[in-house]
């Protein structure tokens, strides 16, 4: 196991990229986020994912963002960057640019817009590794990229140099499909997005969960693996619980959930609500809305 893949474990929330009005990263308010996770025991985080609004901001907030998430984390938890682009010379130049601003390892989605078959997929990705300086990361994300990462191409990803792989197919069968395609190779690492199956998931063989709403209330994850770590499966349990009953609250209050993940934080003085256009932020009653559905879940009031 690298040194890189022994840091990937328990919570690694998705870090929401937070703005200003002018739709300019808003670096005191995403230092301020980013230290609530770290003060809540995440152990690492992704920067400019999905749930940073990597396809929306602009491209020259991308370094503003990764470089103020690194001068926050000061080398404690392992920074992603999210990374992938249809065109491979960009993404060979995003993966050069995440070294250069101090990251620790890329999340890459295979290019979207285009159907991609398997031989196309482990050759980009084996391209990749050898122009990126940091380890590289499968994000297979198939409602986004139109691209299923088969479970039988994992160990052939593994042979070219990808150390793992973010599942978010939003499917427990297939991120079990995973697990049984790279069996006990610990040189592969398999983290879930999500949390909703977390603990049956790490029994399985996930070593750890990347999703959205570790932002709002990052402590239940962290349970969750805690427990799990100590061999605790009721309070494990109780956690879980927990953590479906925040997503059953969270997903009806917006179609774009950045937007009511930044509402609620703007009830916390953490950030300020904008999401990045064409996507549309919240206004005032449906973040009071928002905040009271999950005020309950948050570190700040349990």
């Not at 690492?44 to 963002?65: K, L, N, Y």
């Not at 391209?127 to 299923?148: D, F, G, H, R």
């Not at 995973?178 to 977390?198: K, N, P």
Request: charged share 20%.
């Amino acid at each position: 196991m690298t040194p890189f893949q022994e840091r990937l474990y328990g919570n690694i929330p998705a870090v929401m990229t937070a703005l200003d009005d002018n739709f300019l990263v808003d670096r005191e308010a995403l230092r301020r986020t980013t230290r609530r996770l770290l003060d809540n025991g995440c152990s690492g985080v992704v920067v400019v994912g999905t749930s940073g609004e990597f396809a929306q901001i602009d491209d020259d907030q991308r370094e503003v963002a990764v470089r103020e998430v690194v001068a926050e984390v000061d080398g404690q938890v392992p920074v992603i960057v999210g990374c992938g682009q249809p065109n491979v010379r960009r993404t060979h130049t995003q993966a050069k640019s995440a070294a250069d601003w101090g990251a620790d390892g890329l999340l890459v989605n295979p290019p979207f817009y285009f159907p991609m078959t398997q031989d196309e997929v482990v050759g980009y990705f084996a391209e990749l590794v050898q122009a990126s300086p940091l380890p590289v990361l499968l994000y297979n994300i198939p409602s986004m990229t139109k691209v299923t990462v088969a479970a039988a191409t994992l160990p052939r990803l593994r042979d070219v140099g990808v150390e793992g792989t973010k599942d978010s197919s939003g499917s427990p069968a297939n991120t079990l499909s995973y697990l049984a395609a790279i069996g006990s190779d610990v040189d592969f690492r398999v983290i879930v997005g999500g949390d909703t199956c977390f603990l049956h998931l790490l029994d399985a063989g996930v070593c750890a969960t990347t999703g959205l709403l570790s932002n709002v209330a990052p402590q239940l994850p962290v349970r969750i693996y805690d427990a799990w770590k100590s061999g605790d499966y009721q309070a494990g349990f109780v956690a879980q619980r927990r953590a479906n009953a925040l997503f059953a609250a969270f997903f009806p209050l917006h179609e774009f959930l950045p937007a009511a993940g930044k509402g609620v934080l703007s009830k916390l003085g953490l950030m300020q609500k904008w999401v990045a256009p064409p996507k549309i932020s919240m206004d005032d009653s449906q973040i009071d809305e928002a905040f009271a559905a999950v005020r309950e879940f948050l570190p700040e009031f349990e």
